[in-house]
């Protein structure tokens, strides 16, 4: 089993920096960004396609580190109605797949998508309790007219480059949970779409992500190592569906995750939050289970860390939860 870290929180690093740093940290394993909702500074995409030479040079400057490239990330959504972005992230998946052929990577990290709730929308529709059956008419359009013809696709194109698809199973997609998951994959007949297994998602759903690795079992081809923290005295007041976010002022440089949209402010007192490793949910009761969940499904399995704890810069965050990461390894024996 590999553990290793998501490079996005050290895109202002260089590639050779960065490789260096997970290094230090113990880490053996990287899965680097390929668009999506964000850039792809660690990629050199086209250079990557048009020459042999070029990838040769590039897979050189992992192990010349003693990091193995596990993975590529395109996280966006490739259902998006908008014409600035929908088509983008699609485009960015499909060569994604063609790069991660071309480079010998055998798994890409992404997103199911989120499309309209009819013909003609123009803003993606959550659909997540479906009591009225206009909600189920909603679900109907989504999976049977957008999504099965998608993934149906892009499952092929995977298979035809002996690439698998890792779906995070992440709130506002139309797939969040197992069940929706094996529903993807059953409704097309896919055999290179599974599952990125992802905590930090899970648990603020409630539920028990080493529950989650046993049910799908197989359809689990990757991992993330990212905790989440529920804060009980403000969950009671808000739930776990806590709406309280605002805009990203204009003089603050908001991100931007494709045509207008950029990435809003999270709450404060928040309900839950996103932590390093080890801090929401302890070594001993969760990551060790959890690592040895994972290798009794693939003991070559990547799991690597995505770092989104705001209470760290980029370098303290990702020591913590190295640090973290590889005591719940050594505690696993894997």
């Known amino acids: 089993m590999k553990l290793g870290a998501y490079t996005a929180c050290l895109h202002d690093r260089s590639l050779d920096e960065t490789l260096k740093i997970l290094g230090e940290l113990g880490l053996t394993s990287a899965e680097i960004n390929a668009g999506g909702f964000i850039p792809a500074p660690h990629l050199p995409i086209d250079d990557l396609l048009a020459s042999a030479g070029a990838r040769e040079d590039y897979l050189g400057r992992f192990a010349q580190a003693g990091i193995t490239l596990t993975g590529l990330n395109v996280n966006g959504n490739p259902l998006n109605p908008d014409p600035e972005v929908g088509p983008k992230h699609a485009a960015d998946l499909h060569r994604a797949i063609d790069v991660a052929a071309a480079l010998g990577v055998k798994r890409i990290v992404a997103m199911s998508g989120l499309p309209a709730g009819e013909p003609g929308g123009t803003v993606g529709n959550w659909v997540v309790n479906p009591w009225d059956s206009q909600y189920l008419d909603v679900l109907d359009y989504q999976w049977q007219q957008v999504a099965v013809p998608f993934w149906k696709d892009v499952d092929a194109r995977a298979a035809a480059a002996d690439v698998k698809i890792c779906i995070e199973m992440h709130p506002q997609n139309l797939v ?67 709406d309280r976010f605002t805009r990203t002022a204009a003089d603050a440089d908001p991100l931007n995750i494709g045509g207008k949209n950029t990435l809003n ?34 003991p070559d399995m990547a799991v690597n860390i995505e770092h989104e704890d705001q209470e760290f810069d980029q370098v303290e965050g990702l020591r913590l939860a190295a640090d973290n990461l590889l005591a719940a390894g050594a505690r696993a024996g894997i």
């Open 176 to 242: 969040f949970n197992p069940p929706t998951l094996q529903r993807l994959v059953e409704q097309t007949n896919a055999s290179h779409v599974g599952a990125e297994l992802d905590p930090s998602h899970l648990f603020w759903q409630g539920m028990d992500p080493v529950a989650c690795v046993e049910h799908l079992g197989g359809l689990v081809f990757h991992a993330a190592a990212k905790d989440t923290r529920i804060n009980p005295d403000h969950v009671k007041l808000y739930g776990v569906l806590d």
């Open 265 to 298: 402010q999270w709450p404060k007192n928040a309900a839950w939050e996103f932590v390093a490793v080890g801090r929401g949910h302890s070594v001993k009761d969760f990551w060790v289970p959890f690592l040895q969940a994972l290798h009794a499904v693939d």
